[in-house]
């Protein structure tokens, strides 16, 4: 099987030490990316770990596909234990970084240990250096990046960068890459800060030699450069519009289904401010939205359709320019939109005041700084819905995406068992029932086809490839590329899920944490159906059994 290439290069910050370890066992098992992240950090990260504790480990890793030409590949992913969930989690950023860190001649890095000083960490193919930054103390992203600019001539595409959310531990706070490019879900930035790392570089010449099949690679090629699908000109706000009539873009803390005022932050509006293509490292689709507003001097990118509900619909605002600002401040304090975004609401909701953008982006700087209520509303929803007298709209402490489950049943279930909470990319049950190839009502008899759509989506956070890709890249071409037949890829997809489900047992998250905050048909039956689907026990937890037949991390 197709698999990344190159050591682990472990990086302890308490001391300053490194060290490589062969992982080609974990690597053939698991592809690389998620995969080999997610084993690595099973095997090495304490059960009982603190997310905030020097004993949590941050895995910044790559498959065998950023070592190649090939469109839709421009990708990365970082694995840990979470502050917002309190589960493993892994998260996923475009942009260039991949053939950066591909370039410094590793498959994983892995960040331990809890520094005293504030740290910029340079990872090149002859070493590691070490500075200290105390300077860039709640610096923002951009400014990190010229600092990095002017001593080392580091561009943003080598930096994987936290802003003050993730030096102030705010539990969505996300590393950053490209200043624009979010590893998003989950609080991974805060973990960063909690080891006082405030940027790593990445770069080198030293990229192990990975050969795939040169068809698949042009065929991809040529597709992602000649289609004219929409999203090349509107990126993920396409859909925007199309949701909204299928009363499945949350509005108003999720207190409504559809908003009304949907043209002024969709797709079009979108396009309207977008002056430039752009795209992630070697990917002919460019499906990114480089956006500005010459009024008010913003220039930003994005906002994605996420942040068009988080900080748009969700907040009852009805100016694009608006979601974008709220866009650019979470990218330069490094903070998830979808979780700042939901958490803003959740205010706007206790206080009755939808609507108000001032109020919002007052809001989104004191959640970076905690500041006054800040404070509270940077612990996320889960932690701060008691206080605020509104309702707990998050699964296992994740905020939620947007494409309602109360409209997709089948992305309800998906949300419910998720091992990452209420996120869309986990599974996208979502596509299925927007596309009508299954009926969006109930949840009985979806539970396979769910399992299916996580086992795959595991095996493209390991290759890695994006989730865009997902109208072009076919299962004969997977089979192919990954030299597999596509059973057993997807078997090595349901190895990574159990991965993370039978750490997050051990955390003790069982049955009781499947749980989402509102009725569906038939979710009870459907959930058991899952698990036994899966041959796990009746209370969600994975018989050990199944975790002790695969590699060790030191293989
Ligand atoms: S399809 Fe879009 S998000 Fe995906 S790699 Fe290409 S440019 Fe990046």
Known sequence: MLHARGVLLTIDVSDRSTSTTNIEGVLSQFIGGRGAATKLAHDRIPFDADPFGPENRVYISAGPLQQTQMSFTGRMNMTGLSPLTDGLLSTNAGGYLSRNFVGSGHSVVEITGQSDELLAIHVTDEGVEFEEVSDLAQATVPEVTDAMNKRHELESENLVTIGPAGENLVRFACPMTYDSRAFGRGGLGAVLGSKNVKTVSFRGDSEPSVEIDEDVQSELHREAATTDDMMKRQGTTSGTEFINDNFSLPTRYFSEQSFEHVEAIGGDAVEEKKYKKAACSVCAFACKLPTKDEERGLVTEGPEFETVFSFGSNCGIDDVVDVMQSNELCDIYGMDTISCGNSVAAYLAAHDEFGNAERVHELVEKIAYREDEGDMLAEGVNRSHDELDV?????????????????????????????????????????????????????????????????????????????????????????????????????????????????????????????????????????????????????????????????????
């Not at 091992?419 to 539970?447: C, F, Q, V, W």
């Not at 955390?507 to 048909?521: K, N, Q, V």
């Not at 899952?530 to 209370?539: A, F, I, S």
């Open 391 to 555: 309702k707990n709209f998050t699964v296992k402490g994740m905020e939620f995406a947007a494409h309602d489950g109360r409209a997709l049943h089948g992305q309800g279930l998906s949300y419910a068992v998720a091992n990452r909470g209420a996120d869309h990319m986990y599974s996208t049950m979502l596509s299925l029932e927007y596309d009508g190839k299954i009926n969006p009502d109930g949840t009985a008899g979806k539970a396979e086809v769910l399992i299916e759509q996580e086992n795959h989506h595991a095996i493209r956070d390991s290759g890695i490839f994006c989730a865009f890709s997902g109208d072009y890249f076919t299962e004969e071409q997977k089979e192919i590329l990954f030299e597999a037949d596509y059973e057993s890829l997807l078997e090595v997809g349901s190895r990574i899920i159990e991965l993370e489900r039978h750490f997050n047992n051990q955390r003790g998250m069982d049955a009781e944490d499947d749980r989402i905050p509102y009725d569906l048909p038939d979710l009870e039956e459907s959930i058991q159906e899952y698990y036994e689907l899966r041959g796990w026990n009746d209370d969600g937890t994975v018989p050990e059994s199944d975790v002790s037949d695969v590699a060790t991390a030191n293989d």
